[in-house]
Each structure stands twice: as C-alpha cells, then as structure tokens.
C-alpha cells in the first residue's frame, strides 16, 4: 500500500510556474479551445513554431520579411496577425514569453534558420518588435510582456533551426542582448533555448564565452524530451551546474519545450509516443513531471504544445478541439497554484508522485498525486491499481472537508468521493489505477 503524508504546516514556498505551454489557443470560436484554455489558467505561453497554425505571425521572417528594408521605418514590418494572435491569448489572461527568431525548418531548403546578413541590424529589428509591442511604437500596444527569448535551437542536429558555426551563433546572442537590455534594461531577455543539455561540443564553446564576456542574461533555456521523470530533474540539476559554473548562479532557469518521448528512434518508439501523450498515459506523465520539476532549481516549465496541428499537442484533440486527458493535469496544478504556498509531502510507494499546496489564510489546501511508472503499457491495465493511504495534519482543530476529483479513463476530473471530517488531521484511502490521477481537496468547515 502506498502512503501519502501531508503537513499543512510546512510551508514550502510558492507553487511555481510549471503549467505553462507553447502557443494559445485558435481564438474565440464557439467551436475552439478559447474557453478551455483560459479555464485552465496557463501562466505563461511561449510563441514558437506559431506560424505553422496562424501564419505569418511571429517569426522574424514574418514580421519583417524584408531583410533589405529600413528597420526604423515601419512600412517595413508587418504586424497584423501577430497582433491579432495575442490579443487572442491576452484575452485568456495568459502572458506572453515572446521567442525572437524563427520556426524550425525540417525541410531541405532554409529560410529563418539561415544566420542574419547584419547581426547589429537584427537586433535593431528585435528592439522596433519590442517597442511595437511594449511601447506603442508603430500603432502598437502596451501589453507589458516581460519574457523575451533569441532564438531557437542553435544546437539542433541537421541545422534545422540554425546552419551557421555554434561561434556565429554565440556572436549574434551576444550582440542582441547586449542591444536589448540597454534598450529595455528592466526587461527579461535571454536564451538560447537549446535542444540537449547534455550536447558538449555547444557548451565547450557557450560556458567560456559566459564567463569572459558576461552578457547581461536574465535567464537561460533549454529543451528535454523524454519518459522518465526524474531525468528532467537531472537535466534541471546539469544545467543549474554549468549557469554556477560560468558565473550566473542567479540566472533564471526556463524547461521551455518538454513532452512525453520514449525515444526518437525507431519509428515504433515515435508512434507509440504521439499516442501516449494524448491519452490518459500522458496525463499521468504530466502530471508527475510538473510535480517533480516544482522541487527542483527550475523557475518556469512550458509544455510543447497547445498548438492545436502539432503531433505534441496532448491538450485538445486535433479536429474536434475538444479536451483530452492530459488537459486535466493542467488544470489541477492550476488549482494548487491558485492556493498559492507548497507544503511538506513525504511519498512511499512505487510510481507515487504528489505536490501539495494551501491557500494564504490556510483555510483551503489540495493534493496531486498521480501513478505514473515508465512501463511500455499504453493503458496500463494489467497492473493492479495502488492503494493509497493519505493522511494529512496542520489544518486546525475544525472540521474538514475532504473531496477526491478523479483523472482516469472513465473520469475528466470529476467528483468521486466527498466526505466531512471531525478535525484537521485524518486519513483517506483510496484505490489509483497506473496512469491515474486524483485532486483531492481540503476545506475547513
């Protein structure tokens, strides 16, 4: 039997971004996503890949398709469906973490990926997108948005996201946020967003150049893949060691694309994939993953991706937009973090993950907890479901409600069990199928 212990009176910290995604929703359609997204409460939406679903929005190539035009001049950009996009995710009350650069380019011609003919001149660029956006330049908008990210993916494998020399790349970073923060000191800007922590050969380069030139790096980002857990921690934790290492211990730490992946090779790992992530299976993975990246160094954690023709989007199903499974585990963690402050859990049992959280006045307080174990299994039916005791203490001496919301193949979230207890300490047992996850929430009387 598992066991699950909650001190309310423990209090952690705040419960941290780890609900965020890639990109918003299609817009305010009786037949879209709008409604679903802002019930979720998704903190932050990173904009990359975006024109593959709203054209010509977003990417550099797109805003300024013209390389050759004058960047002061603002004939020379084309803003009108960018801002049309977020105006659609500002109106979900998400913010925006804005990608400088471009989407990725698989195919054999290049176009973004290609590195800028005039590296002073795209910064320039980057700076009038900021101004439209933050300052009203060119008939443009105070939207306040914080997050500004250079490029994607320099590191990727195949130069599909950048054909130049990692030193090409590491100029053009360093000539941009210099000219961003000087321009927009108060600002987040930074980067890279790389493909793999572990990539040596862009460290061996990347690390010296952080630590003989400084550049004025808010934060740093990076990508992980994967079906274990634990390992996004471990890649947090490699990270954490090379920022320390280079002189930014400060840094913030942004995971701004992740996804359920057991391996890009063979194909059959690739479709097995794609079909555990939309599934009650991705839901749990979610779901654990958010739960362990909250204990750890990382500061915002953004699920690739709420882009509704993408393979990765596990959010809503493709051609009806209706919710999927791994929906839900958004929506609970939105729950814990709407409590706001993290309490002490201790966790016994294979494959039990649980985060739990109370509200300010200490009044309302929720766990998550999930059964998630890196097992082939697409449903997870031939495993027996855990039992689960949970016990919880540090509510007061009055009587508690307690409510269990269950995630599993025959339940989106709904109310299973509902009970009044004579104090603030007691216990709940319940049985978790592999690849379920419960809500259970705690409100004094």
């Excluded at 009650?280 to 990246?293: E, P, R, T, Y």
């Excluded at 307690?402 to 989106?412: A, G, K, Q």
Aim: with cysteine; net charge negative; aromatic share 14%.
């Amino acid at each position: 039997m598992g066991r699950i212990e909650i001190d309310f009176a423990e209090a952690l910290g705040r419960i941290k971004d780890m609900n965020s995604v890639n990109n918003g929703p299609d817009g305010e359609f009786d037949y879209g996503s709008y409604d679903a997204y802002r019930e979720a409460r998704i903190p932050l939406a990173r904009l990359h890949d975006s024109a593959f679903n709203w054209h010509h929005t977003v990417d550099i190539i797109c805003v300024f398709p013209d390389f050759d035009a004058d960047e002061n001049d603002p004939a020379s950009y084309d803003f009108t469906l960018t801002d049309e996009y977020l105006d659609t995710i500002g109106k979900t009350g998400t913010k925006i973490f804005y990608r400088l650069g471009n989407s990725i380019e698989p195919e054999s011609k290049k176009y973004g990926a290609i590195p800028p003919k005039d590296f002073q001149k795209w910064a320039r660029i980057c700076e009038h997108i900021i101004a439209h956006e933050n300052e009203g330049w060119a008939n443009g908008f105070h939207r306040g948005i914080e997050y500004w990210e250079i490029w994607n993916e320099p590191d990727l494998l195949g130069h599909q996201c950048w054909t130049g020399t990692i030193g090409e790349f590491i100029e053009l970073f360093d000539v941009t946020i210099r000219h961003l923060k000087s321009r927009f000191p108060n600002l987040k800007i930074g980067g890279p967003a790389l493909t793999h922590i572990k990539r040596v050969e862009f460290w061996d380069e990347f690390v010296p150049y952080l630590k003989d030139r400084k550049p004025p790096m808010d934060f740093f980002s990076f990508h992980k893949y994967g079906s274990v857990p634990e390992k996004f921690a471990e890649d947090v934790e490699i990270a954490k060691k090379y920022l320390v290492d280079a002189g930014y211990p400060d840094c913030e730490l942004i995971l701004d694309e992740w996804n359920y992946l057991l391996g890009w090779q063979p194909k059959e790992k690739v479709h097995h994939s794609y079909q555990a992530l939309h599934i009650l299976k991705g839901a749990s993975f979610v779901s654990a993953v958010m739960i362990v990246c909250q204990n750890t160094a990382l500061d915002h954690l953004m699920y690739y991706d709420a882009r509704h023709s993408s393979y990765f989007n596990g959010l809503f199903e493709r051609y009806t937009w209706t919710n999927l499974k791994p929906y839900y585990a958004f929506y609970a963690f939105a729950d814990l973090a709407d409590l706001g402050t993290e309490v002490g859990v201790k966790t016994e049992g294979e494959g039990l993950y649980a985060l739990a959280a109370k509200s300010k006045d200490g009044k309302h307080g929720a766990l998550l907890l999930t059964n998630y174990r890196n097992e082939t299994s697409l449903d997870g039916k031939e495993f027996s479901p855990e039992e689960v005791r949970i016990f919880w203490d540090g509510l007061g001496d009055k009587a508690v409600r307690v409510t269990v919301r269950m995630l599993d193949n025959e339940h989106d979230l709904t109310e299973i069990s509902g009970e009044t207890f004579g104090s603030g300490a007691g216990f709940h047992t319940l049985s978790l199928p592999l690849f379920g996850t419960v809500l259970v929430k705690y409100d004094v009387e």
